[in-house]
């Protein structure tokens, strides 16, 4: 067994110094921060007509139901679609490529 600090890490180390890990990280990055951005944005944005519009948030839609009510559901529609868009992002273009990357890891192994 390598005692720590020595060549058992050397294989992770340069597959993260490699191509494919880095546009792996790139891949997962350019989806996923813009839209955590834009979510956060999209809630504090929610947030924010709440405390300071109510004028706005109370205008009915529909019957009892008001704006503040829409924007709230549309936050949970919002989020189930953020975790079903990840997810098949995840399988088609992330999982593919990790396994590779592990596969190949193992195979050196």
Avoid: C
Wanted: charged fraction near 15%; avoid cysteine; hydrophobic fraction near 45%.
């Amino acid at each position: 067994m390598p005692e720590e600090g020595t060549s058992g890490k050397e294989p992770y180390r340069a597959v993260q110094a490699g191509p494919e890990f880095t546009e792996l990280r790139h891949t997962y990055r350019s989806f996923a921060f813009p839209l955590t951005v834009a979510f956060v944005t999209w809630y504090l944005l929610y947030v924010l007509l709440s405390n300071y519009a109510g004028g706005l948030m109370g205008t009915k839609v529909l019957g009892n139901i008001n704006v503040a009510l829409v924007l709230g559901v549309a936050q949970f529609v919002t989020t189930f679609l953020i975790a079903w868009w990840y997810a098949r992002h995840a399988a088609t273009r992330l999982d593919p490529r990790a396994e590779a990357i592990k596969s190949r890891l193992e195979g050196d192994a």
